[in-house]
T-cell receptor, first 112, second 114 residues
């Protein structure tokens, strides 16, 4: 089945810094890829997704490009804010239309 | 569209007691999933339903766990004879297939077993 591996945290940055959180996947075929975010005390929210190779997902200033050559889906943001402090999960369905397999999560702290 | 709701949000119980959690999915979503999340880890799949049919159960779901979705709408997850290792956040998600595969998550129920 599919799996995802993401960089371990915590990641601590100053406000307005550039953010990259790495995620790589192993899969048969080309499954959809997701980034979910979990703010303190809240449930998971879908941040962005890409459904096929070379797609770019974007939302709230975050971007991630589905790169089949490097089997990666790295999350990037050009200028982070304190309000971006959260845990970020890279994820992919086990198979099409199936349960989601999550990475272990990367905790992000943004300092003012 | 009111989102996925879960009740209760928090539950503290003593070891050996039974607990039941409820999930109300987004209306008309035919898929409903249960996941468990422990501290510092990503959510792990437990089971899912398509309408009222339970289609898959994880090996994580011991025989003390049972889930139902009797009318294809809300779902309940019961844990019998709770153990301290059951302490976790229990997450519910729903989706509408085949129209979309995105799963929408509820806020979760945090269980603490003393």
């Amino acid at each position: 089945g599919n799996s995802v591996t993401q960089m371990e945290g915590p990641v601590t940055l100053s406000e307005e810094a550039f953010l990259t959180i790495n995620c790589t996947y192993t899969a048969t075929g080309y499954p959809s890829l997701f980034w979910y975010v979990q703010y303190p005390g809240e449930g998971l929210q879908l941040l962005l997704k890409a459904t096929k190779a070379d797609d770019k997902g974007s939302n709230k200033g975050f971007e991630a490009t589905y790169r089949k050559e490097t089997t990666s889906f790295h999350l990037e943001k050009g200028s982070v804010q304190v309000s971006d402090s959260a845990v970020y999960f890279c994820a992919s369905p086990q198979r099409r239309d199936d349960k989601i397999i999550f990475g272990k999560g990367t905790r992000l702290h943004i300092l003012p | 569209d009111t989102g996925v709701s879960q009740n209760p949000r928090h539950k503290i119980t003593k070891r050996g007691q039974n607990v039941t959690f409820r999930c109300d999915p987004i209306s008309e979503h035919n898929r409903l999933y249960w996941y468990r999340q422990t501290l510092g880890q990503g959510p792990e799949f437990l089971t899912y339903f398509q309408n009222e049919a339970q289609l898959e159960k994880s090996r994580l779901l011991s025989d003390r766990f049972s889930a139902e979705r009797p009318k294809g709408s809300f779902s309940t997850l019961e844990i019998q004879r709770t153990e301290q290792g059951d302490s976790a956040m229990y997450l519910c998600a729903s989706s509408l297939l085949p129209a979309q595969e995105t799963q929408y998550f509820g806020p979760g129920t945090r269980l603490l077993v003393l």
